[in-house]
């Protein structure tokens, strides 16, 4: 109650009520993208990394060898091949691409084209599995080959450089939303496979990475910084334990592949030591049909991945990409489809979403941690026998993995908006209905694939058919196409400048007119007198 009188003094002003400063680079960050951690540290991030990635690996070719006819043998052969391919993409990508910390690994937009070779007539009817694994092997990889030519033409030449200059954070932040939480159907549904395993591996990591910190102040950046070490070999014991000790002797055939920590058939089809080399399947073949099924999904892809980048900087403490750095990397991620082709991975490559989020929840964004991850897979895919056995990591434990990772890339890409107007009509059109209908049109064309067995679109031509349905079955792509293409045709004047955002990215938009895109993303050995970032 205020009290009457003159004894009092003058009564506190109230303080002023200020919003939070918008930042270009994210503070707090403990080691941004040039400034490596000590080599024990370094390699133990790069490690974890290495773990992170093992998932996608392991799910695609899981997914699809059996389907191919092959058996444990092949499938073994082709997650060491796509983890060699993945090493050298990713250095690849780290030292002549973008230069960002981003692992370039299997892809999920590719799985539906692929999907589609396997069912083709003229493979239905060949009587021996292993002679039919090849031959789609082989017809994957010339798909491959052709569609790489997609991100390469339009990489290379600058042409994604000059689509990418009209991106502005408020149609960046429904692409990379969803970059992330698209994934959603990947993260606890996977993990209630194998509940008893998949929960308790997020509940930990969620208190080691989170909670024990703010509670052991001293070593808060060992528990934050290494959560996933810690916590995947626990619950992988955990895991373990249960299988030796019979808790799924009697369990369903499915509950048992999930569960179980011998079920994957790695550690045994695995050779000890074997170095995958280009066309060691055969040579491939080339269909026209399967070519354009696959480039629709590098252009998704390629869409994707810029969505990735873009965040992957943020989390490293690094300006905005340039569009000519981002359309140096997209043509780089090209050359890494062109050598998935040529080993023969059965999947094309894009930016590891999951690495993403592992930036975020380490705070390291250092280069030189993801081209040390870079080496561990390298080496683990030459020595079969050792990778195969951290392959065999039960699947449930990644996808806890997955609903933080993901979780963390679809926040990321909601901070753009500290950029934008929002008290804007505009802004709430705009990024209310490009989110809803990245949800909703995906929604409708997986629900409808799953009851019919086809996508909605089912003329007599199946190339065309893939073509639709794989650019509107993936999110981030439609969510950026309707965000990228309302944000630039929507009544543009000086005022909707501001509004978008688009006036923060000005001096990021050429390479040159920032003296910290230099220290960033300038490529090695002087390679910028011959390769000019513009």
Known sequence: MAGGGGGGGPTPKQEELQPHPVKDQLPHVSYCITSPPPWPEAILLGFQHFLVMLGTTVIIPTALVPQMGGGNDEKA??????????????????????????????????VMPTISIILAARYT??????????????????????????????????????????????????????????????????????????????????????????????????????AVIFTVPIVWLYAYLLTVGGAYRHAPPKTQFHCRTDRSGLVGGAPWIRVPYPFQWGA????????????????????????????????ASATPVPPSVLSRGIGWQGIGILLDGLFGTVNGSSVSVENAGLLALTRVGSRRVVQIAAGFMIFFSVL?????????????????????????????????LQFCNLNSFRTFFILGFSLFMGLSVPQYFNEYTSVAGYGPVHTGARWFNDIINVMFSSKPFVAGIVAYFLDNTLYRHE????????????????????????????????LNKFFPSV
């Open 77 to 110: 052969r082709v997650v060491q091949t796509l983890l060699f391919v993945a090493g050298i993409n990713t250095l690849l990508q780290t030292f002549l691409g973008t230069r960002l910390p981003a692992v370039v690994a299997g892809s999920y937009t590719f």
């Open 384 to 416: 079969g026998k050792f990778g195969a056995v951290f392959a065999s990591i039960p699947l449930p434990i990644f996808a806890a993995l997955y609903c933080i990772f993901f979780a963390y890339v679809g926040a990321g890409g909601l901070s753009f």
């Open 125 to 226: 009817n060949l009587p021996d599995p292993t002679e039919r694994f090849r031959r789609i092997m082989r017809a994957t990889q010339g798909a491959l080959i052709v569609a790489s030519a997609l991100q390469i033409i339009v990489g290379f030449s600058g042409l994604w450089r000059n689509v990418t200059r009209y991106l502005s954070p408020l149609s960046a932040v429904p692409l990379i939303t969803l970059v992330g939480a698209g994934f959603y159907e990947l993260g606890f549904p996977g993990v209630a496979k194998c509940i008893e395993i998949g929960l308790p591996q997020l509940i930990l990591l969620v208190v080691f990475s989170q909670y024990i910190p703010h509670v052991m102040h001293h070593v808060r950046h060992v528990f934050d910084r290494f």
């Open 495 to 526: 005022s909707v400048r501001k509004d978008r955002g688009y006036h923060w990215w000005d001096k990021f938009r050429s390479f040159r007119t920032d003296t910290r895109s230099e220290e960033f993303y300038s490529l090695p050995f002087n």
């Open 284 to 315: 491939p073949t080339f269909d026209a049909g399967d070519a354009f099924a696959m480039m629709a999904a590098s252009f998704v892809a390629l869409v994707e991945s810029t969505g990735a980048f873009i965040v992957i900087a943020r989390y």
